[in-house]
């Protein structure tokens, strides 16, 4: 038998989660809101045509079905990731953690990362895309009718820091401050999972981004500050769940 190297799945006799045995019991619903405090820019895929002044690259992200901005789950879920993943000391030369370990909460919670043959865990976490809550929605609609801006257009010089010159100024699209984002995470409570944990583990992340990180892009510079509000946390049975 060869030995597994270190770091690598040990199998049936290792201490890799094995969670297809373990029953889905539960989901723990952390709704909330996202204040903007800060300009906040979620970048599109950029690319596209250049609308104004505004550099295509630099372009807020859309909902394409109503032209909105909105949050992706994915960005929210990453940035989540990576500020426990600091804490933890398990950000490794910049990767995800994959370790797999079942007492490593970031693998536990939010899936061992690219983990190779692994007996995969579910991952527990599901973060949703925000959207604009009601009010903001509002606002956003009757911007856009009345033809004001709907977006900060925030120009910025890039310096060149050999020649000692700023480059040409690029400008870019940031979420106005006082936008309000309605957020939603599922947590997946399996058999044996210490769900309370789990729910503090991403509270806890949620408050290192707002007291100290932010969302989106150029944080170091003031970018993307956010509040988490309203926060309301409920468990649901999954055998009561139904339409
Ligand atoms: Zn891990």
Not at 38 to 65: F, K, T, Y
Not at 181 to 204: N, S, V
Not at 220 to 238: A, I, M
Request: glycine letters at 14%; a neutral charge; proline letters at 5%.
């Amino acid at each position: 038998m060869v030995e597994p190297r270190q770091g690598e799945p040990r199998g049936s006799t290792g201490n890799i989660p094995v969670p297809s045995s373990k029953k889905w019991d539960a989901i723990i619903r952390l709704r909330f809101q996202i204040a903007v405090a800060e300009g906040l820019r979620i970048g599109g895929s950029g690319g596209g045509l250049e609308i104004g002044g505004v550099d295509a690259n630099l372009m807020a992200l859309r909902n394409p079905a109503n032209n909105e901005p909105y949050i992706p789950g994915s960005s929210l879920k990453g940035k989540l990731r990576s500020v426990l993943e600091k804490e933890l000391g398990k950000a490794l030369g910049g990767d995800p953690c994959k370790c797999g370990s079942a007492d490593c909460l970031i693998c536990t919670v939010f899936g061992a990362h690219m983990k190779p043959g692994a007996a995969s865990a579910p991952t527990r976490i599901v973060v949703r895309d925000a959207l604009l809550s009601g009010q903001s929605r509002t606002r956003f609609q009757e911007a856009v009718l009345a033809g004001v801006p709907v977006l900060e257009e925030k120009t910025e010089n890039i310096i060149d820091r050999k020649a000692g010159t700023a480059r040409s100024p690029r400008t870019g699209e940031r979420v106005l401050p006082g936008t309000v984002f309605d957020g939603e995470i599922i947590l997946h409570i399996y058999e044996g999972d210490d769900a309370d944990e789990m729910t503090k583990f991403i509270r806890h992340g949620l408050g290192i981004i707002q007291e100290a990180c932010s969302l989106g892009a150029s944080g170091s510079r003031g970018y993307g500050k956010v509040r988490f509000e309203n926060l309301q946390v409920e468990t649901l049975k999954l055998d009561q769940l139904t339409i």
